[in-house]
Every structure is written in structure tokens, then in C-alpha cells.
């Protein structure tokens, strides 16, 4: 059954969101992301959905329908606590500060629009239409607040691609990011 993510199952959505998705976020650590997932909670443009079974969590969607200054927004919501496990994470890796900074000035953020920011399901419950119940009620829920189309980015090496390509969405541009190819695929609503 898909709900609304709750604080009590953040810790799912985390071990899920490290042991599933690939990227930048999941470095930071289970500290960074459990603050991330909470501060959502209080952030009215970034909304998390989770499919649940008996009370596991087997996969979960974010998106967020103004990406505008999204990280800003969020990082506002506990500056200290995040500056704090920032600063850690680079006094602990400092020869990826450089690469920390070009995250958080990830392009998609930069612009007012609608995206789909994480999808993940875990890997011993796929290929059983999960991923495809959470793009469809994120594409109805974006529909209720009038939203059209949405974007999704994704790393072109992924095979997440076959599932957009399955799911109606089109690829629209790709583009070099932090050394990597990504894929921009947009999803049209329809009535
Ligand atoms: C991408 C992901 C969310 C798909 O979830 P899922 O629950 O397995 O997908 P579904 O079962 O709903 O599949 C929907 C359709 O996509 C197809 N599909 C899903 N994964 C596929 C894959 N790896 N290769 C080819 N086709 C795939 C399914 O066959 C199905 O097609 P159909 O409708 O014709 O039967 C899941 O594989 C995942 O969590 N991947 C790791 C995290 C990730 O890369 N996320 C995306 C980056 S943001």
C-alpha cells in the first residue's frame, strides 16, 4: 500500500535510499540522509511516498514540484545540524570538497520546475510494478496541484533507463555531470 512517508519509517526510506541508489547523497552518510528525510517532512515542495507491506517499506519515491533553491530550502530547515555533518564529511574527505560543491549546485536545481529527485525499490521486490504504482501516483499528484510534465534525471549507465523508457517517459537531452553522462527524461501528464 503506498502512504505518505511518516518520521517513523525514515529509517527504512534511508536504508533503502544508501543500499539502492547511487550518487552523491548516499555518501554523505545514514546521518545526512536522516536529516534530509526529515527536514522533507516540513517542506511542503518535496514530498516522499513509500509502498509498504506489513510495515516494510519496499520502495519509495521523492519529487518536488519547484526544484527552485530546493537544497537551500531544506539545508534552512536544520542549518546547524547539517552544517555540522557537512563540515565533518569534509574534513574527512576533503579531496572531495570540489565535488560536494558542484552537487549542491546541481543545474536542475537552479530553475522552477516539477521532477522526480529519487525512485528506488528494493532489489528483492522488483519487476513487480512497484516503480511503475510510484510514478503513477507521483504524475496524479502532480495533477491535483496542476502541474503538466515533470522531469527525471538519471545516469545513462543505469538500467533505471529501460524502466523510464517502459513507463512512457521520453528522453529529452543528455549532458555531461561530474564526469558522468545523465539523462534528462520528461513524463507528460494526460487527462
Ligand atoms: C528503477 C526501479 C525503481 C524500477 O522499479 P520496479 O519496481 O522494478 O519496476 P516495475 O516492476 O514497476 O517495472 C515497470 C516496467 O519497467 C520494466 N523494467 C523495470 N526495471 C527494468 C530493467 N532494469 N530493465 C528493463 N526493464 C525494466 C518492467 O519490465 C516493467 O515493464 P512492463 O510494464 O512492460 O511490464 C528499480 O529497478 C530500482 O529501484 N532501481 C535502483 C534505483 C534506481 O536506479 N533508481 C532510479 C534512479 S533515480
Given at each position: 500500500m503506498i502512504k505518505p512517508l511518516t518520521d517513523q519509517k525514515i529509517d527504512q526510506v534511508v536504508n533503502l535510499h544508501r543500499n539502492e541508489l547511487s550518487g552523491f547523497l548516499p555518501e554523505l552518510g545514514e546521518e545526512f540522509l536522516t536529516k534530509f528525510y526529515r527536514a522533507s517532512l516540513e517542506t511542503p515542495d518535496l514530498v516522499t511516498y513509500v509502498e509498504e507491506e506489513n510495515g516494510k517499506v519496499r520502495g519509495f519515491v521523492s519529487y518536488s514540484?519547484?526544484?527552485?533553491g530546493l537544497n537551500s530550502r531544506i539545508l534552512k530547515k536544520d542549518l546547524l545540524g547539517f552544517v555540522i555533518v557537512l563540515l565533518r564529511y569534509i574534513i574527512t574527505h576533503p579531496l572531495k570538497t570540489v565535488k560536494f560543491i558542484k552537487i549542491i549546485a546541481y543545474?536542475?536545481?537552479?530553475s522552477k520546475r516539477a521532477e522526480l529527485l529519487s525512485i528506488a525499490v528494493d532489489r528483492n521486490h522488483r519487476m513487480k510494478g512497484i516503480g511503475k504504482k510510484l510514478l503513477k501516483i507521483t504524475a496524479s499528484d502532480m495533477k491535483k496541484k496542476g502541474i503538466k510534465k515533470f522531469k527525471i534525471s538519471v545516469y545513462?549507465?543505469?538500467?533505471a533507463n529501460a524502466f523510464y523508457m517502459k513507463t512512457g517517459c521520453k528522453l529529452t537531452e543528455s549532458f555531461e555531470f561530474m564526469g558522468e553522462l545523465m539523462n534528462y527524461y520528461e513524463y507528460e501528464i494526460r487527462d
Open positions: 514540484v519547484n526544484t527552485e543545474p536542475g536545481f537552479s545513462d549507465r543505469l538500467p
